[in-house]
């Protein structure tokens, strides 16, 4: 098992808590909010297979996803009132989580032989769409089109991975370089209240 | 034409009627319905084939059921003010459906090689989805995570399927015993109002 | 690039305009108003890609989508307060594309092998999908259910063409009858202010 993979898993479990703790707001009940969980973690990885035609989905074959995201989200139900005020980790790990599935979704989307500027959409796509698709099933408009810079971290995050190979600087530094990326926009953006502009 | 695969165009029928009669509620016209009572019917298998990879999806080589949808949805559209009361035969055609493409959902994800637990989620998934998109196209929080033990019945009739076959019980009996378990969990959870637990 | 490409090119133009309005109306951000061109313009065609099994969808394999998306929405937010008036060559933009984008639907579902009723539901709903899902992201009941007719005319088309063709009429001519036929009926539709009959 590698770090990405396990830093992967990590990220998995903190979308599945954030997703949990969307569905326990909206009063949902158990299934609904397993269900809003597991839409959270995989529906953007879901997605970037479909569109890539890798089939079965990954998360279908994988060892340990549905298990990690069970057992977080069945512990955001049981601890849902003593976390609500870890809102700093929750964060942290949202932000991990969002930066290693960006970076993950380019990786594939540059092994299927696509143009760089699609895998950086892909990139967004397998970091932002579980998010996307739990607030269009809770019937908000999602909240990434609202509040805070979150896609544009991801795509940012994507031209550094993208550039960094071009150059050929070594494949863990462009990681490392790419998530921090991520990591470094999302965080300065919500500390400052960043957002990007409106028509009107 | 096996008796499975009769059923499933029954199914399939029940599927489409409440799916018109949903789109009718909301006034849709004639091609909102039609649409309305093909997804109902239709977005299980869908999402399931999609998933597995089994491409292009099964309902559009299948030569009756686009037809036996449109049928029973004109039937629907004609009738549907003597049909109103008939809410016995419906919710018994609906729950026969739910019970059988829960299974047919099962097997095709067991044909694919897939671990039991991604088997009953996809059992799980054909049986529900076609339900929840019509809710998120009619602009609804899906009905599935608000009220009765919809869902729940197909995880356990999808158990029981996957256990009974381990325990090298026959195919047929292992089909009835499952398509049996979640009838019964659906017609008492409807008649003692059985909900699952929320949160708060 | 042959006439019909270019001519995609352009509905797909369109289409990303129409997505532009739709997402300034709703006060997204910048980011926002890029992703429901994008899924406004890409909508349909990757819908049908899907529920063929074409994998990867061809936007993300053809060389101009993505760019001319692009830069048909930039020019939306940096000019849209003087396009708001130009009503009818968006109406005439957007007809256009849902004649072609219906037509490219049909042709593929044929080259796949289709059924002739399955070939035009597939042209329908790569015409239609894209605003379907434009609604669904931004909240609303998806206005091909409510107003106008919309699908219909896509499912018009469909039929002129593949009769057409079975009638061993030239395929250049066929293309012309169906986008003409889809063109008119909205025309029409549009002028008379035509709808399909509601249930009640």
Do not use: H
Request: aromatic letters at 12%; a positive charge; glycine letters at 10%.
């Amino acid at each position: 098992m590698t770090i990405t993979y396990l830093l992967e898993l990590l990220g998995c479990v903190s979308f599945a808590i954030s997703g949990a703790f969307a569905g326990i707001q909206k009063r949902l009940d158990v299934f609904g909010v397993l269900t809003i969980a597991f839409v959270t973690s995989i529906g953007g990885g879901t997605v970037r297979d479909i569109l890539i035609g890798e089939l079965p989905v990954s998360w279908m074959m994988d060892k340990y996803y549905s298990a990690v995201i069970f057992f977080s989200t069945i512990a955001t139900m049981l601890f849902w009132k003593q976390l609500k005020s870890f809102k700093l980790p929750l964060f942290i790990f949202d932000t991990i989580g969002l930066g290693l599935f960006t970076i993950v979704g380019v990786q594939k989307a540059l092994a299927a032989g696509l143009k760089p500027e699609i895998c950086v959409a892909l990139g967004t796509i397998t970091g932002c769409f579980g998010g996307i698709t739990r607030d269009i099933l809770l019937n908000n408009i999602p909240l990434i089109f609202r509040k805070e810079i979150y896609a544009t971290a991801c795509i940012a995050g994507g031209l550094v991975y993208i550039t960094s190979l071009q150059m050929g600087v070594d494949i863990n530094i462009t990681r490392l370089c790419a998530v921090s990326t991520i990591c470094f926009i999302r965080i300065v953006a919500v500390r400052y209240k960043l957002t990007l502009p409106r028509m009107y």
